[in-house]
Nanobody
Framework: HVQLVESGGGSVQAGGSLRLSCSAS???????????VAWFRQDQGKGREGVAT????????TYSDSVKGRFTVSQNNAKDTFYLQMNSLKPEDTAIYYC?????????????????????WGQGTQVTVS
């Protein structure tokens, strides 16, 4: 089993910044392997939207058009904590943000990650931009 725990959400004014973290752990999580880790968000009454992905094996990243140039996804050296740096926040970025993970070494799989099926999900963290 792999556990994902998000943190770092909160309330911020438009134009501000937040950094979300996603910590991965559990007996089934291997830091020497490769996972596609994705950030999704969902606001009330709206569908789930993919925001960014990172392939832990080679750190390649993908972003949705709505956040490109404003958000940055990264990982720590131990490859067990993943970050979403969010700058120039807008009210439309308000949502619950989730991280998700799927075991893969495939960059094409991860680049198409927003429509893929992920095995593990965190509980989410609220981001409110006013």
């Amino acid at each position: 089993h792999v556990q994902l725990v998000e943190s770092g959400g909160g309330s911020v004014q438009a134009g501000g910044s937040l950094r979300l973290s996603c910590s991965a752990s559990g007996a089934a999580y291997s830091r020497s392997s490769s996972y596609c880790v994705a950030w999704f968000r969902q606001d009330q009454g709206k569908g789930r939207e993919g925001v960014a992905t990172i392939l832990t094996g080679d750190a390649t990243t993908t972003y949705s058009d709505s956040v490109k140039g404003r958000f940055t996804v990264s990982q720590n050296n131990a490859k067990d904590t993943f970050y979403l740096q969010m700058n120039s926040l807008k009210p439309e970025d308000t949502a619950i943000y989730y991280c998700a993970a799927h075991w893969t070494w495939s960059s094409p799989w991860c680049s198409g990650g927003f429509s893929q099926s992920f095995d593990y999900w965190g509980q989410g963290t609220q981001v409110t931009v006013s």
